[in-house]
C-alpha cells in the first residue's frame, strides 16, 4: 500500500545509546519531515528536507541528525540518547507545492530512554 | 508566540451530542492554509481539510463542519450527533507562506475528545 512507512515501532534504548529512526515514502514526494509528539506539546518539528540533497532544522533539533539518503528515505538519527528523547516520533511526507494540501503521515515510533 | 491555539485541552461528550472544537491562529500573512488532522486512539494521523485563506466558506462533510473566520482568525471544527468512534485528539495546524520555498505547517497542542456512550 501507498504510503509512508515508519521503523521500528517501539524501541526502548539505555541513555547515551544511538539508533537511526527510518522513514520511506512511495509517493514521489519531494519533500519529508520528523516530528516529535510529546503529551500536552502537539507536533513539534525536528527536521525537515523540502528536496532530496537539503535538510533543514525545525523547532527542536537539538540531539537529532537527519540524512536525506535518496528520494524515499529520510532517516532521523540520534546520537546519544537522552531520557528527554522519550516520545513518539512521526515522519511525513508532501510534494513540495502540495504540502498545502495536507501531510501523509508514518504510523509512529514510540521511543522510549531509560 | 504560539501561531495556533486550541484552547480546550479535553472534552468530555456524551454520544449524540454536538460538540465544537476551537482554533485560533496567528499570521500576518495574507496567504496561508489551515488544517485539521485526527489522531485516534490506534495512533496514526489523519488528514481531515484543508481551508485557504481566501476561501472563507464553510465546509461540511457529513456531520464535521468547519467555520472559517478571517475576522476573528479562528478556524472551528464542529462534529454533529457525536460518536464514541469520534473520540480522539485532534489537532489545528497552520501554513504560512513559504520559507526557503517549503510549507512547514506548525500544529496546535490539540484538543482530546472524549465521547461516551
Known amino acids: 500500500n501507498a504510503g509512508v512507512t515508519q521503523t521500528p515501532k517501539f524501541q526502548v534504548l539505555k541513555t547515551g545509546q544511538s539508533m537511526t529512526l527510518q522513514c520511506a515514502q512511495d509517493m514521489n514526494h519531494n519533500s519529508m519531515y520528523w516530528y516529535r509528539q510529546d503529551p500536552g506539546m502537539g507536533l513539534r518539528l525536528i527536521y525537515y528536507s523540502a528536496s532530496e540533497g537539503t535538510t533543514d532544522k525545525g523547532e527542536v533539533p537539538n540531539g537529532y541528525n537527519v540524512s536525506r539518503l535518496n528520494k524515499r528515505e529520510f532517516s532521523l538519527r540520534l546520537e546519544s540518547a537522552a531520557p528527554s528523547q522519550t516520545s513518539v516520533y512521526f515522519c511525513?511526507?508532501?510534494?513540495?507545492?502540495?504540502?498545502?494540501?495536507?501531510?501523509?503521515f508514518g504510523s509512529g515510533t514510540r521511543l522510549t530512554v531509560v | 508566540a504560539q501561531k495556533v491555539t486550541q484552547a480546550q485541552t479535553e472534552i468530555s461528550v456524551v454520544e449524540k451530542e454536538d460538540v465544537t472544537l476551537d482554533c485560533v491562529y496567528e499570521?500576518?500573512?495574507?496567504?496561508?492554509?489551515l488544517f485539521w488532522y485526527k489522531q485516534p486512539p490506534s495512533g496514526e494521523l489523519v488528514f481531515l481539510i484543508r481551508r485557504n485563506s481566501f476561501d472563507e466558506q464553510n465546509e461540511i462533510s457529513g456531520r464535521y463542519s468547519w467555520n472559517f473566520q478571517k475576522s476573528t482568525s479562528s478556524f472551528n471544527f464542529t462534529i454533529t450527533a457525536s460518536q464514541v468512534v469520534d473520540s480522539a485528539v485532534y489537532f489545528c495546524?497552520?501554513?504560512?507562506?513559504?520559507?526557503?520555498?517549503?510549507?512547514?505547517?506548525?500544529f496546535g497542542r490539540g484538543t482530546s475528545l472524549i465521547v461516551h456512550p
Open positions: 499570521t500576518r500573512d495574507t496567504t496561508y492554509y
Open positions: 511525513a511526507s508532501s510534494t513540495r507545492g502540495q504540502a498545502i494540501y495536507g501531510y501523509t
Open positions: 495546524a497552520l501554513s504560512e507562506a513559504p520559507s526557503g520555498g517549503s510549507y512547514i505547517p506548525t
